[in-house]
């Protein structure tokens, strides 16, 4: 057991996304994004999203991760309490870097989608050695 | 158009639509959550993670999302009306030589107890955790289920 004791934190929702097809509630993902020298792997926490249901898309710069969510309740099920409620999960993003968009991989555990994105060959980063004249 | 009365002497004399209009939005935000029923810290109870209490005929549904939770961290307790779970959430390090853009998930560990309205047939319970949505299914003890009598004609 580590120390630290988690604090419960309100899904953020999405105040406007244009108009949607589905109804219901958005919500943004909490993400980890890093980056070493040969990619970039950004973490977002999904919960109840299987992996057939997370849809990425890379456009330009642009990457878009969103996610739908099973319906939680069957029919017979009243509420007693509700702390948190469910919905889409969507978020955008604006990447730099160039990116090797055929060798993407996305992999979806314990509801975290874990994505990396290989750097294209130009962006890595080169040093460039200076000589003495 | 909504008319803001002008209240002269407050905070000086001079009349600051900003300041008006930001407590006509909170004022706005207040009642818009108040009919709308969401939670707004009334009844949440401030511990993670957050539970979504249900119930049908014979059971209890205790829901919470775990997202990157082990199933094999959490430990569920059952005494008599209580439920307790505990559990621990881990993000293993991501190697020396990365750089963060951003960093919005944490660990830490996590206890939350809570009571049910009836006792529960604790011998019963079941827990699923799938794709980080922990499902906790409690059966209702017999003595709580509600019983229908059938009138038989004399």
């Not at chain 1, 999203?49 to 939680?72: M, Y």
């Not at chain 2, 002269?8 to 300041?19: A, E, I, M, N, V």
């Not at chain 2, 990365?98 to 560990?109: I, L, P, Q």
Request: charged share 30%; net charge negative; hydrophobic share 35%.
């Amino acid at each position: 057991m580590s120390d630290k004791e988690l604090q419960v934190r309100d899904k953020r929702e999405l105040e406007s996304e244009g108009e949607r097809t589905r109804p219901g509630p958005v919500f943004v993902p909490a993400v980890d994004i890093f980056e070493s020298e040969a990619e970039i792997t950004l973490l977002a926490d999904m919960p109840g999203v299987a992996s057939e249901n997370v849809s990425i898309d890379l456009h330009e710069n642009q990457l878009t991760v969103s996610g739908e969510i099973e319906p939680l309740t069957s029919e017979k099920e009243e509420y007693l309490l509700q702390e948190f409620e469910t919905g889409t999960f969507h978020r955008q993003f604006t990447l730099s870097d160039r990116i090797d968009q055929n060798a993407i991989t996305a992999t979806v555990k314990d509801g975290v989608l874990r994505l990396v994105l290989p750097k294209a060959e130009k962006a890595k980063p080169r040093k460039i050695e200076v000589k003495a004249g | 158009m909504t008319i803001i009365k002008w209240r002269p002497g407050r905070s000086g004399s001079r009349f600051d639509p900003f300041s008006e209009m930001q407590r006509l939005q909170r004022e706005m935000h207040r009642i818009y959550n108040t009919l709308a029923g969401t939670q707004e810290g009334s009844r949440a109870a401030g511990v993670y993670p957050h539970l979504n209490i249900t119930e049908d005929e014979d059971s209890y549904y205790v829901r919470a999302e775990l997202p990157g939770v082990d199933p094999e961290d959490i430990e569920i307790t059952t005494q008599d009306n209580d439920l307790i779970i505990n559990g621990e959430r881990k993000i293993p390090p991501e190697g020396a030589n990365v750089s963060y853009h951003r960093r919005e998930r944490e660990a830490g560990s996590f206890r939350r107890i809570t009571s049910l309205p009836t006792p529960i047939d604790s011998s019963k319970v079941a827990a699923v955790c799938k794709n980080g949505l922990l499902t906790i299914t409690l059966p209702k003890a017999p003595a709580v289920k509600a019983r229908q009598i059938d009138v038989k004609p004399a």
